[in-house]
């Protein structure tokens, strides 16, 4: 083992001459970390698996991941430079500080303490200390597949501590240009590659920004984990795999496509089929009512449906969230239903709705709004606020000239949408949850979960979102998530099932509606395939607008 005592960070003056002499020494008389726990030359650890071989360096903060070896195409990818992990990590009551600013910490701020290598030489954890967190880097090579596997780790000291920030890739990749994403936008992974072999990087987040500047490429995220004394916390992870064309002349980034889906299938494990799902907004958008839905349901069945969804609009659009939801909690499912319902579109509830499709076969899903402001009007109460204290209002639907507020999830509005979801979901026995309406905007508000000068609050918003997906597939298991964003975040698929793949466009021109309903699906799909969404995530519905099919069953 290396002595942790010659690893710290070095002070001032006489202090540091003292202890580089020292560590000169010990240097010199004791087996360096490679010689005693792994493999490998000129002070490197190395970790090996059937696929890959990866050489870490040895330095005075740490490990540095230096080269991986792809066994099959017997090429080397190089890192002139990498750092293990960053990190904005901050005291508890700093969280409410609008004028905190944000310093990322990386190893050369930490004290590197151990280096340890599993028996096999698959795994390496490197442990160093934060003044307010413990933190583990766990890499780890899969025994089948051609990835390397990293996790990061922090448990909280005495005081606890917020995690605001984490840097889970730094690397400088010698000899390569990203292929991936272009011009620094929101997209995963980042590939690097050329003549038909490269590599992806990748952190399971869904909005993880790739920034590569100075010839560095990084992914971070900004989760925001309130920790008590002694939690430990996996505060990141992600992966780095290889791969090559699997046929002449296949493209780079189509090799890298099918290598990146089959990384995400190991780790999602997809096991639900497509639904055959109708949604009440392609026929009648927002005024579907109980008697359209009743007028067609055999015809629903006629066709297949297994999953009826009720889009927005089925809502009492009243304080749904911030003060239905409150009440009608303890009451009974008829009341519950009378009191969260839109009466003019559903003068009996849902519930006969639910039976009805029960009945067929079919089970009832339906639409939430994530952030409380499309077709429902809650408070200014948990709002998201601006730099200049005032809540943000954003526009209905339903009335294009009326605003309502914009409800941050990372508030205690976030908890009561939860306990919505939870309800209906119970009461209707649901087999489909949408949330929709994903506008998170940067949040300069106090009290909530999110930093109050709004740094990581768009990240701590989605997270709510993605808590209350995790939280009905816990009470039961596979039933169908749909994730509505116009950006395609494939590492959503860590919470849903499907990631919708937009509305049907309305278009009055040409004599064959149909075939308008498939050509913007076609465009919808192929535009979330090529923002590396796998096709088994995609879901396109199988409603169209009634202008384009002037009829309200599906095509």
Known sequence: MVCSAVRRRFGAGCTRVVLVLICVFVVSSMPSMAQAEAQGGNGGIVLKNDYLSVLFSDSQTGPKLRQIEDKLSNRKYTFEDSEPLGLVVIEPEEVHNPSLEIIWEFPRDMEFETAKVSADKTELVVGFSHKLVGVNVIYRLQKDAATLRKSITCRAKKRGAYVAGVTHWKLKPAGHTPLWPKDNAIGQPVV??????????????????????????????????????????????????????????????????????????????????????????????????????????????????????????????????????????????????????????????????????????????????????????????????????????GMMWSDRTEQAPLQSPATEYGDMLKSKVLQAFERYDLGGVMFDNQSYTMDFGKDRGSLANGWNSTDVQLGKILEIFDEVNRRQPGIYRFFCRGSAWPWALLHATHIHAGDPFVSPQGDYPARAVALSRLRAWRSHYDNFVPPWGIKCDIAGWSEQQNSPIPV
């Open 192 to 393: 690097l590659a050329d003549n038909g072999s490269g590599f992806f990087v990748t952190l399971q987040w869904p909005t993880a920004a790739a920034e590569i500047r100075d010839g560095y490429v990084g992914l971070s995220y900004k989760p925001g984990f309130q920790l008590e004394s002694g939690q430990l916390q996996e505060v990141s992870i992600g992966s780095i795999g290889v791969f090559q064309a699997n046929y002449p002349g296949q493209s780079n980034l189509d090799a890298a496509r099918e290598a990146f889906f089959e990384h995400i299938r190991q780790i999602v494990e997809p096991k639900i089929p497509f639904p055959v799902k109708f949604t009440t907004w392609g026929p009648w958008r927002g005024q579907t009512t109980a008697e359209r839905i009743m007028r067609v349901i055999d015809d629903l069945q006629y066709v297949g449906t297994d999953l009826l969804h009720f889009d927005a609009g089925w809502e009492n659009q009243d304080h749904p969230t911030g003060v239905r939801t409150y009440y009608a909690r303890g009451m009974s499912d008829e009341i519950w239903d009378s009191c969260m319902t839109e009466r003019m579109r559903l003068p009996n509830g849902l519930l006969p709705i639910v039976k009805a499709a029960k009945q067929r076969n079919m089970k009832l899903s339906l639409w939430f709004d994530a952030c409380g402001n499309v077709f429902n009007r809650e408070s200014e109460k948990w709002a998201v606020i601006d730099k200049e204290g005032k809540p943000v209002y």
